[in-house]
């Protein structure tokens, strides 16, 4: 990967474990894996785009590879759409219209040496859905209308923080009532009780937190008879919730 194509270190890291799920992948199934070379474009819609992490040799199925800190919305091993989060869903989903396979398998690393594979067959409801989403979508591209901002959407901050950075101003100023809308008193509101709320929620974090540190002392591990644990890493203290693998939960 190109240094200025890295993105960011999750994208770095989930670039090189590629070659730990490819490798793992077929030590687990026998089935080898090649690696495309090319974008893939959609025959019906050529705005319909997909980069496959894997082809399986010689069949028209595909592989993609996920990494996560946390299994938190995974189903078991072995399991199929219903297992996976959305998003992966409707990126896998959207692969299956352009390239026209039969099916998917989604293999994904929550490091350690937990592994999971689920398999996703084309859903045609799903996928002439998705098709209509993004053609409004791609509309809107052509004609330069950006689509609503989804305020409640978690990365909507990030995106208003890129559109409008804090040190580009123009200079000027809004006057709620004048020229800004008179609901942002209530928002104001809502942001003031939400943050003493938080201050008040992380005193209480810190002092639980206190507590379990201080009885780890200078171990590297606190394990709870549940499975959840406690791991001291590069310095500081991380919380693992258990897994249904964990021996408590058996």
């Not at 670039?15 to 490819?22: Q, R, T």
């Not at 078991?76 to 998917?104: C, K, N």
Request: proline share 6%; with cysteine.
């Amino acid at each position: 990967m190109p240094p200025d194509a890295e993105g960011s270190d999750a994208a770095r890291i989930g670039h090189y474990a590629e070659a730990v799920l490819h490798a793992e992948w077929e030590h687990r199934t026998g089935v080898k894996l090649r690696i495309p070379r090319t974008t893939r474009r959609c025959r019906e819609h050529e705005w319909m785009l997909a980069n496959v992490d894997r082809q399986i040799l010689g069949i028209r199925e595909g592989v993609e590879f996920k990494t996560r800190w946390s299994a938190d919305g995974w189903g078991p091993d072995g399991g199929g759409p219903d297992d996976i989060p959305i998003d992966v869903l409707l990126q896998v989903q959207h692969y299956l219209a352009v390239t026209r396979w039969r099916r998917f398998h989604v293999f994904a690393w929550f490091f350690g040496t937990d592994f999971r594979a689920y398999t996703v067959e084309p859903d045609p409801d799903l996928i002439a859905s998705i098709i209509d989403e993004e053609a409004e979508f791609w509309g809107r591209v052509q004609r330069g209308e950006p689509p609503e901002f989804d305020l409640e959407h978690p990365s909507t901050l990030a995106l208003l923080h890129a559109l409008h950075p804090q040190d580009a101003h123009n200079g000027l100023a809004l006057h709620v009532g004048a020229d800004a809308p008179d609901d942002l008193e209530s928002w104001r509101a809502v942001h003031e009780s939400a943050r003493e709320h938080r201050r008040r929620y992380q005193q209480t974090i810190d002092h639980a937190r206190a507590h379990i540190e201080h009885a780890m002392g200078d171990h590297r591990q606190l394990i709870f008879p549940d499975g959840a644990s406690y791991v001291r890493k590069n310095g500081q203290i991380f919380f693992n919730k258990p897994t249904r693998y964990s021996r408590g939960s058996q």
